[in-house]
């Protein structure tokens, strides 16, 4: 059974930086897009990041790019979302999601697995 478990979430302040972590288990993890979502309070789930099977190639939101990067170590079974100059609406819980469906989407619902979530909080 496939499992997502994040984290490094927690609180920063404006301009701050944190690492997220999502340690996947029961899948070929080397052959799933991973990806990152975040879900502020009264608001849908929002795509931030992905990062392809093998050779890494990314794509981000236009609110995080230049400022959050994601990666990957396959051996590790391991993705990560380094996020740097942290602003107050970065605030969400951040979750961890696989797909090996074609074509690659933004789309929640074409992920297949999930991760519990990780709380971030920017204060100003």
């Known amino acids: 059974q496939a499992q997502l478990v994040e984290s490094g979430g927690g609180s920063v302040q404006a301009g701050g930086s944190l690492r997220l972590s999502c340690a996947a288990s029961g899948l070929t993890f080397s052959s799933y897009v991973m990806a990152w979502f975040r879900q502020a309070p009264g608001k849908e789930r929002e795509f931030v990041a992905r990062i392809s099977w093998s050779r890494g190639f990314t794509y981000y939101a236009d609110s995080v790019k230049g400022r959050f990067t994601i990666s990957r170590d396959n051996a590790k079974t391991t993705a990560y979302l380094q996020m740097n100059s942290l602003k107050p609406e970065d605030t969400a819980v951040y979750y961890c999601?696989?797909?090996?469906?074609?074509?690659?989407?933004?789309?929640?619902?074409?992920?297949?697995?999930w991760g519990q979530g990780t709380q971030v909080t920017v204060s100003s």
């Open positions: 999601a696989a797909t090996n469906q074609v074509p690659v989407t933004t789309t929640p619902r074409n992920y297949d697995y």
